[in-house]
């Protein structure tokens, strides 16, 4: 028996927002990256993404960075090579700092109010500035 299915995509007009890079979160991350020892190894430095991603979307919902980093292979993402890279022992090493830094942020913005006042109004503008 054959059954004929018929399928239709519609893709919007903007089906990826670009990413908007909360500073004072961004700063926060870096800082913790500094202090233990990632220093090249992490990029947070809020350019513009090349590419899509979904990410942009939630940033603009709420604060967010999108930190890209190291793990210890030059290849490119999306390839082959990168695919056996990440998941290279060497790679762990990489992963988990930068996993010890992202959560060093998360309990910075849970335990100063100033720096979570400052995360809440770069958002404010940010989002007043990249209306879509």
Same mark, same amino acid.
């Given at each position: 028996?054959?059954?004929?299915?018929?399928?239709?995509? /519609?893709?919007?007009?903007? %089906?990826?927002?670009?990413?908007?890079?909360?500073? #004072?979160?961004? @700063? =926060?991350?870096?800082?913790?990256?500094? $202090?233990?020892?990632?220093?090249?190894?992490?990029? /947070?430095?809020?350019? %513009?993404?090349?590419? /899509? +991603? !979904?990410?942009?979307?939630? /940033?603009?919902?709420? %604060?967010?960075?999108? %930190?890209?980093?190291?793990?210890?292979? !030059?290849?490119?993402?999306? *390839?082959?090579?990168? *695919? =056996?890279?990440?998941?290279? #022992?060497?790679?762990?090493?990489? *992963? $988990?700092?930068?996993?010890?830094?992202? =959560?060093? +942020?998360? @309990? !910075?913005?849970? *335990?100063?109010?100033?720096?979570?006042?400052?995360?809440?109004?770069?958002?404010?503008?940010?989002?007043?500035?990249?209306?879509?």
């Amino acid at each position: 028996m054959f059954i004929s299915l018929k399928v239709e995509i /519609s893709i919007g007009e903007r %089906p990826y927002l670009n990413v908007i890079s909360n500073r #004072p979160l961004q @700063k =926060a991350f870096s800082r913790n990256c500094e $202090l233990i020892g990632l220093g090249n190894h992490s990029s /947070s430095s809020g350019s %513009p993404l090349s590419g /899509s +991603t !979904d990410m942009g979307n939630v /940033s603009y919902v709420v %604060p967010s960075i999108h %930190p890209c980093f190291y793990i210890g292979s !030059d290849a490119v993402n999306h *390839t082959r090579e990168f *695919t =056996a890279a990440a998941g290279n #022992p060497k790679a762990q090493h990489y *992963t $988990l700092a930068q996993s010890k830094a992202m =959560a060093m +942020t998360a @309990k !910075d913005v849970f *335990t100063n109010q100033q720096l979570l006042q400052d995360i809440k109004e770069r958002f404010k503008e940010d989002r007043f500035f990249n209306t879509f």
